[in-house]
C-alpha cells in the first residue's frame, strides 16, 4: 500500500502561481493530478510516468498545457505541479494519484490509477 500526501494548495490571485508537491511513501511508475470542482466530476491534469530507465513520458490536460508543469523527484518519491498563469476556472481541490504502467489511453481515467492523496484545495480569485 502506498500512502500519498499533498501540500501547497492555497488562495491565490489569478495570474498567480502555486506549486504542489505529493510524496508518496513507495516508489509507483505513474503519478499523476487530477482535480475536481463543486459539482463536476473528477478530471485529469498531468501525468507523469517513467517508461524505462531514465526515460518518460508527460501529458497534460489542454486547459493547462502551456501553464502547468509537472516534474517528479524519483529520489524522494515526489511529483510536483507548477502552476502559473491561474484563472479562476483552476479552482478546484487537487488530487494526486498513483499507480504502475497506465499507458496513453488510459492516463486520463481515474479508475486507472490504484492510490490517491487526501486532496488540496486550490482557490484562484479574480
Known amino acids: 500500500q502506498v500512502q500519498l500526501v499533498e501540500s501547497g494548495g492555497g488562495l491565490v490571485q489569478a495570474g498567480g502561481s502555486l506549486r504542489l508537491s505529493c510524496a508518496a511513501s513507495?516508489?509507483?511508475?505513474?503519478m499523476a493530478w487530477f482535480r475536481q470542482a463543486p459539482g463536476k466530476e473528477r478530471e485529469f491534469v498531468a501525468v507523469h510516468e517513467w517508461s524505462g530507465g531514465i526515460t518518460y513520458y508527460t501529458y497534460y490536460a489542454d486547459s493547462v498545457t502551456g501553464r502547468f508543469t509537472i516534474s517528479r523527484d524519483n529520489g524522494k518519491n515526489t511529483v510536483y505541479l507548477q502552476m502559473d498563469s491561474l484563472k479562476p476556472e483552476d479552482t478546484a481541490v487537487y488530487y494526486c494519484?498513483?499507480?504502475?504502467?497506465?499507458?496513453?489511453?488510459?492516463?486520463?481515467?481515474?479508475?486507472?490509477?490504484?492510490?490517491w492523496g487526501q486532496g488540496t484545495q486550490v482557490t484562484v480569485s479574480s
Open positions: 494519484a498513483a499507480g504502475g504502467n497506465i499507458g496513453y489511453n488510459s492516463y486520463y481515467t481515474p479508475r486507472s490509477y490504484d492510490y
Open positions: 513507495g516508489r509507483t511508475v505513474s
